[in-house]
């Protein structure tokens, strides 16, 4: 069955819806985490101003309703509405206009128990209230039942809004009249605009008929607002509601005010708050698409890191398998070195074993006529001289076999001496049969090598100087060793022709040999690589004089 999500396309393209529904959600997140934290301050700063202005008209309440109270406990107040006469009528009219401009009231005037107004603060003005019977006012029939009240009213002939304090005036226990100020609406509503209370912000105080006693809102004023105000109203309901008026939204807090028939409503506008989200959807559409771009190189990285470690084991596994293929290949040449090198010595070997098998043969001829005589005693000569060449022969066929054998790296230290005397047994034929002087001078000391390897290293370079020397008329192999610093310097020297300067640098290359129909030109490559894996190194150098000279550098030290 055909998978779709395989193909690349298709997976971007659901990559790219997917990022952009987290978008979409985080967008959501954002909105709503800013609308919450906006309504939030703004329920904060509602009840922190809406408080503060409730305190406000309630000190200037308490500080209004004191004044009347003051008005009905003056003595001269109580002796002329005792004994109203035109004399003391002036200064009561005089002391009330004192009153007035003190407390910063509207007016203040003084009335019987008929609610007939006996003096007043504006007794200068054409509306004097001097004479006007207002006993049907609220201010006067509750300050009569109650002793004080406190009351909204439209003056009757200013036709301005105002708040009525009164207080009722007793003597001997007798209700003889009612003292008032009136203090205009408008005032408190300048004064509140000197408040801070926020901006986009309004106040409201509403009769228990929800009609608009004060407002900010001058076309409120006056006004029944009962159709949205009514949540705020609701004693059952939380002081805190949501308002639609006049196509604005507002979170409005209740506050009642003392001693009056009314609460405050304060109303903070909350319409915009959506619109306030935009520059916060703009910021975090930003840093969304500088995360997608983080998360999408960190990914491009970690996928790039993956593949750099795929690719790097997928190298090593073929580093592995080459270097395996390597040390098998190296193994095989080394191995047909060996047999080269065999298949070289193989008639001076022959010779060296025919030899004392041949004088084997005659010794044991000559052991049986012996025997036969009787002559015990040179028989058993012969039959020593016999195992003394078979124990020749062994030591060729031991150490030729110990030599053609494949054997696995055996690094140690071993000691140089015995090491070159087996090389020797391998070569020794090559050597004889050349007419070769070997000199030896090596010191007891140890090197650091694979002893069946490095011995065909010797067993080679031994060959070759035999080789070399076999047209010259001093044939000498100098075998020297040499300390220094941790370091064994074995150096082998022929008295051959020497090797032309141009030569040394390709010398040790593969399949380079100066050797005309014979060799594959791998021995010495073969060695160089032998000594360079026992960390050592082996260099030529040639005098035309003195012959070729092959030097084997490695770590040893002297035997203990």
């Known amino acids: 069955m055909y998978n779709l999500f395989k193909e690349p396309e298709f997976r971007k393209a659901i990559a790219k819806w997917v990022v952009a529904l987290i978008w979409l959600i985080f967008l959501a997140v954002v909105y709503w985490a800013g609308m919450s934290f906006d309504k939030q301050r703004e329920l904060s700063l509602g009840m922190t101003n809406g408080d503060k202005l409730a305190e406000y008209f309630n000190d200037e309440f308490q500080h209004f309703s004191v004044v009347p109270k003051l008005i009905a406990e003056n003595e001269h107040v109580l002796q002329f509405i005792a004994s109203p006469k035109k004399d003391t009528r002036d200064s009561t009219n005089v002391y009330l206009q004192d009153i007035q401009r003190a407390s910063s009231a509207s007016d203040a005037y003084l009335l019987d128990s008929k609610g007939v107004v006996l003096a007043s603060s504006n007794f200068k003005s054409d509306h004097s209230y001097v004479g006007n019977e207002y006993s049907f006012r609220h201010y006067f029939v509750n300050g009569r039942a109650q002793g004080h009240a406190l009351e909204f009213a439209v003056g009757l002939r200013s036709n301005l809004r105002g708040f009525y304090f009164s207080q009722a005036i007793t003597q001997a226990e007798q209700f003889t009249g009612v003292a008032v ?12 605009a000197q408040l801070d209370t926020g901006e986009s912000s309004h106040f409201a105080i509403l009769s228990e008929s929800n009609e608009i006693y004060a407002s900010d809102v001058e076309s409120w004023r006056l006004k029944n607002k009962s159709e ?24 409005s807090f209740a506050f009642p005010l003392l001693g009056l028939k009314a609460k405050l409503v304060y109303m903070r506008d909350i319409t915009d708050l959506p619109k306030a989200q935009w520059p916060r959807l703009g910021i975090a559409t930003l840093i969304f698409i500088v995360f997608i ?23 090593e596994l073929k580093v592995q398998e080459r270097t395996q293929k390597l040390e098998q290949t190296q193994a095989a040449l080394i191995r047909a070195a060996k047999l080269a090198t065999i298949g070289q010595l193989s008639a001076s070997i022959n010779h060296e074993i025919n030899q004392p098998l041949s004088a084997i043969s005659t010794y044991l001829a000559s052991t049986k006529r012996l025997i036969v005589k009787a002559q015990y005693t040179t028989a058993l000569d012969n039959v020593e001289l016999i195992e003394g060449l078979m124990g020749r022969v062994s030591r060729i ?8 054998q494949t ?40 090197v650091w090598v694979d002893p069946f390897k490095f011995e065909q290293v010797l067993v080679n370079l031994f060959t070759n100087a035999a080789q070399a020397m076999e047209k010259s008329t001093v ?3 100098r075998i020297v060793s040499e300390q ?13 022709p020497g090797i032309e300067q141009h030569q040394l640098s390709t010398i040790f290359e593969p399949f380079y040999t100066t050797k005309s129909g014979s060799g594959l030109g791998l021995g010495l490559s073969i060695s160089k690589e032998i ?10 150098q040639s005098n035309s004089k003195q012959g070729a000279e092959f030097i084997i550098t490695l770590n040893g030290n002297s035997v203990s």
């Open 475 to 477: 044939k000498t192999l």
């Open 531 to 540: 000594i360079q894996s026992f960390s050592g190194i082996l260099t030529a």
């Open 293 to 315: 771009w983080l998360v999408r190189s960190i990914y491009k990285r970690v996928t790039q890191y993956q593949r750099l470690i795929a690719g790097r084991r997928d190298l």
């Open 228 to 251: 949205f105000l009514e949540p705020c109203l609701n004693e059952k309901k939380a002081p805190l509601c949501y308002l639609n008026i006049e196509e604005r939204r507002y979170l």
């Open 181 to 192: 100020i009136k203090v205009n609406v408008n005032q408190f509503e300048t004064d509140e």
């Open 397 to 404: 066929v031991t150490q030729l076999r110990q030599f053609s």
């Open 407 to 446: 054997t696995e790296n055996k690094m140690q230290y071993f000691e140089l001496q015995p090491l070159i005397h087996n090389a020797l047994v391998i070569a020794g034929p090559e050597l004889k049969r050349c007419e070769i002087d070997t000199q030896i001078n090596v010191d007891p000391v140890m």
């Open 484 to 496: 220094f610093d941790g370091k064994v310097k074995l150096s082998i020297q022929d008295s051959g």
